[in-house]
């Protein structure tokens, strides 16, 4: 098992060797940001890294909605992204979920999903796998709580998609941790990243604010559980700086083990 974290991209490989991490995963754009990635001057030795690269996609980043001035550019900044991070040797670029409007149906939204994959394949696919990630709020999202992403992987589970299980977005989108993995898995079939993060909020909150694991308020021995059951590689997003993630991948090695 890979475990890693989030870390500046400024200097990834140096920034995983601080804390001692086998994975990081960076931004390659501003993620609040509309701009296509530059090339980066490390990309060779990114891929030559005995690292596991993951590349976070922005997070304005919406294909589901139903406003054309943000759905349209969507498709064009994760395709971006895509090709963007297949130079640095990318495992999987992870992208939210999405969602609709008030008012607007979902239904829509799971489609435009399906048209997505669809775009893509007509300009040669994606470069890198597309991982979909679950969302902590939004009461119109479509990887929120689990009977949507149901119906989302009924849209697009024909393509070669992957998915990201975040523990704190799924304890505070109001999805239990317990038997967490099965459950992702009768849906989709597979779980290709986990996001291990623990919530400063409480269950079903809604608020996407993650923790170390131990100071939050899920139980980290259930965190442990779903790492070990889901038995794919890790990134910690948690919060402290390099301090703060180093004492959370060992704290995953010490424990997930057992």
């Known amino acids: 098992m890979r475990i890693g974290a989030h ?81 640095v040797g990318a495992k999987g670029l992870i992208v939210h979920g999405g969602h609709v409007s008030k008012g607007d149906d979902v239904a829509v939204g799971f489609d435009n999903w399906r048209k997505t994959f669809a775009y893509a394949a007509e300009h040669g696919g994606f470069a890198t796998p597309v991982l979909i990630e679950n969302t902590a709020g939004g009461d119109y999202a479509c990887a929120r709580r689990f009977d949507a992403l149901a119906r989302l992987w009924d849209a697009i589970g024909e393509y070669e998609v992957g998915f990201c299980l975040d523990t704190c977005h799924a304890h505070a989108g109001g999805e239990e941790l317990l038997n967490i993995v099965d459950r992702v898995k009768a849906i989709t079939g597979r779980i290709d990243l986990i996001h291990a993060n623990n919530s400063k909020d409480g269950f079903g909150s809604g608020r996407d604010r993650h923790d170390n694991f131990e100071h939050g308020m899920i139980d980290p021995d259930l965190l442990v559980a779903v790492v070990r059951a889901a038995d794919a590689p890790v990134v910690v997003e948690t919060p402290g700086g390099a301090d703060g993630q180093s004492a959370d991948i060992a704290y995953l090695r010490d424990h997930v083990g057992g």
């Open 7 to 87: 870390v500046d991209p400024t200097d990834p490989l140096d920034a995983a060797a601080i804390r001692k991490a086998e994975a990081v995963q960076f931004f390659l754009a501003d993620p609040q940001g509309w701009k296509a990635p530059e090339p980066r001057a490390d990309a060779e030795q990114l891929r030559a890294a005995d690292v596991d690269i993951f590349i976070h996609a922005p997070y304005v980043i919406n294909v589901a909605t139903l406003n054309n001035r943000i759905r349209i550019p969507s498709r064009k900044l994760l395709l971006s992204h895509a090709t963007a991070a297949a130079t």
